[in-house]
């Protein structure tokens, strides 16, 4: 394991696809330092994925350097159907979208006809209005709605281009109807939690609701899984709070964000919801494009770098490649780009930073009281015990300033879910009955693995026996 001077914060995320599916590229990755493998369920196949989980794995137990994996089911997604060739729409040209298949017009006439292409969600019609946008394709197509019926919704082409086979549509200001939480990504789930993945990312999350059916269903299979809320259109930033107190992370996924909504208010968006995680305590992912140019070049545009800089500047937990690991030409290089700049960044530490003043339950003060020690000590650590995570995400959500907080944990799952915690290094090992023998044991086992040295001050931030209860306490501790 690298040691406590090497250690990045900000935590790495990649989409796995074919340009990394195989144990070789698997392999160079996990070392590189990658933290969480993505599977993108848009398209995979439950045997597929089957295989991949069981790949990772044995690959992260060969490497002894255990990554977690985020499902990313694919929602209420709205796309066109197939086309037998690629449609050229030129400006100004009439186009339909038919919700029932096989439906076509013709102009008033019957003198030319118009050309069409199905949907795969029949009550689009009910949803949209005349003078709505439609964009297609992350909006290279753009369509405005003239006129529609039970058949099909009748537009006019905006920004031209050539529309292929089941392109995906989004719909700017237009709420839909569509269930959150669809068969497929039950069924994809269901493969998921069989096979022990540790976070599920929902979605176009509209709503609080949406993340609560999400939970209905983890709890009636028993699962402790992590709901990752993914933010895409306007209702979810209407909602944004509601959203991020009901779930376990969020993902600002700036894809279809940047669709949905005007191009200059992304970078306010961006900002607004990793503040809104910092005030409720959630841990937050910034995702998509980051590296987009590095899919075909091996180095970054100096705005992508500026752009990875900005997220761990404002302290994101995460930062998430998408296709630049799926079918790009340099995904190792990619990740040791993302990790290039945020250690550079992480160099930065805004020691003004303004803590959100919500704490005001007990234990957080207690481990406020643990990070306020930790940062005005020199070669300082933190180190917490945690059976379900809680201590090390109280102490992560305060963003000690240079001290890494070494979690230790006795539970596979638990560990894995921490790689998604900024500043957190996890360590598994099995508790003591005794606590005072459980921090000896762990001191020990950090020597041992390099993340502490003799002189480094650890302050401990856990429960130990007082008159036969357990009370949370802050000790330090010099390493001998």
Same mark, same amino acid.
């Given at each position: 394991m690298s040691s406590a001077a090497s250690f990045r914060r900000t935590k790495i995320i990649f989409t796995i696809g074919p340009a990394t599916e195989s144990e070789e590229m698997l392999e160079k990755l996990i070392r590189a330092g990658a933290d969480i493998v993505r599977l993108n369920m848009a398209h995979a196949k439950h045997d597929?994925?089957?295989?991949?989980?069981?790949?990772?794995?044995? *690959?992260?137990?060969?490497?002894?350097?255990?990554?977690?994996?985020?499902?990313?089911?694919?929602?209420?997604?709205i796309r066109t159907g197939d086309v037998t060739a690629p449609i050229e729409l030129k400006v100004g040209e009439i186009f339909d979208f038919t919700v029932r298949p096989g439906m076509s017009a013709e102009r008033g006439g019957?003198?030319?006809?118009?050309?069409?292409?199905?949907?795969?969600? /029949?009550?689009l019609v009910n949803d949209i209005k005349v003078g709505d946008t439609v964009l297609v394709d992350n909006g290279l197509l753009r369509l405005e709605v003239l006129e529609k019926d039970a058949a099909r919704i009748r537009c006019r082409v905006l920004i031209p281009g050539?529309?292929? #086979?089941? $392109? %995906?549509?989004?719909?700017?200001?237009?709420?839909?109807?569509?269930? #959150? !939480?669809?068969?497929?990504?039950r069924g994809d789930s269901i493969v998921g939690l069989e096979e022990g993945i540790d976070f599920l990312a929902l979605s176009f999350v509209r709503a609080a609701k949406d993340i609560e059916l999400l939970r209905t269903f983890l709890s009636e299979k028993k699962s402790k899984v992590k709901i990752i809320a993914k933010i895409e259109d306007q209702s979810a930033i209407e909602n944004l709070n509601e959203i991020v107190h009901a779930c376990d992370a969020l993902m600002v996924a700036r894809g279809d964000l940047g669709i949905e909504c005007p191009f200059e208010e992304?970078?306010?968006? /961006? $900002?607004? @919801?990793v503040r809104a995680c910092l005030a409720q305590g959630r841990p937050v992912i910034v995702a998509t494009h980051m590296l987009e140019s590095m899919i075909s070049q091996p180095v970054p545009t100096r705005a992508e770098i500026t752009d990875v800089a900005n997220?761990? !500047?404002?302290? @994101?937990?995460?930062?998430?490649?998408?296709?630049? =690991? =799926?079918?790009?030409?340099?995904?190792?290089?990619?990740? %040791?780009?993302?990790? =290039?700049? @945020? $250690?550079r960044i992480e160099l930065?530490?805004?020691?003004?930073?303004?803590?959100?003043?919500? !704490?005001?339950?007990?234990?957080?003060? *207690?481990?406020? #009281? @643990?990070v306020v020690l930790a940062n005005e000590l020199p070669n300082s650590k933190l180190v917490t015990f945690t059976r379900h995570g809680f201590m090390a995400q109280g102490l992560a959500l305060l963003r000690p300033s240079h001290s890494p907080i070494l979690a230790i944990t006795p539970s596979l799952q638990v560990f894995r879910q921490l790689r998604l915690l900024r500043s957190v290094d996890p360590v598994l090992m099995t508790l003591a009955s005794d606590p005072n023998d459980t921090i000896e044991n762990a001191i020990a086992m950090l020597q041992r693995s390099g993340r502490i040295n003799p002189g480094d001050k650890i302050v401990v931030a856990t429960d130990i026996l007082a008159q036969d209860r357990l009370v949370d306490s802050v000790q330090l501790r010099t390493v001998r």
């Open positions: 597929w994925t089957r295989m991949i989980i069981r790949r990772i794995r044995a *690959v992260s137990a060969r490497v002894e350097r255990e990554v977690a994996i985020m499902m990313d089911i694919k929602g209420p997604e019957g003198a030319e006809e118009i050309r069409s292409v199905d949907v795969n969600y /029949q009550d050539e529309l292929k #086979s089941r $392109r %995906h549509i989004n719909l700017p200001g237009v709420k839909v109807n569509l269930p #959150s !939480f669809t068969e497929k990504d992304l970078p306010v968006i /961006q $900002r607004r @919801a997220a761990v !500047f404002e302290l @994101a937990d995460c930062v998430m490649l998408s296709g630049e =690991t =799926t079918i790009g030409k340099y995904p190792l290089e990619c990740v %040791h780009m993302l990790d =290039t700049i @945020a $250690r930065e530490a805004d020691d003004t930073w303004e803590e959100p003043a919500v !704490f005001t339950g007990e234990r957080m003060k *207690v481990l406020h #009281s @643990a």
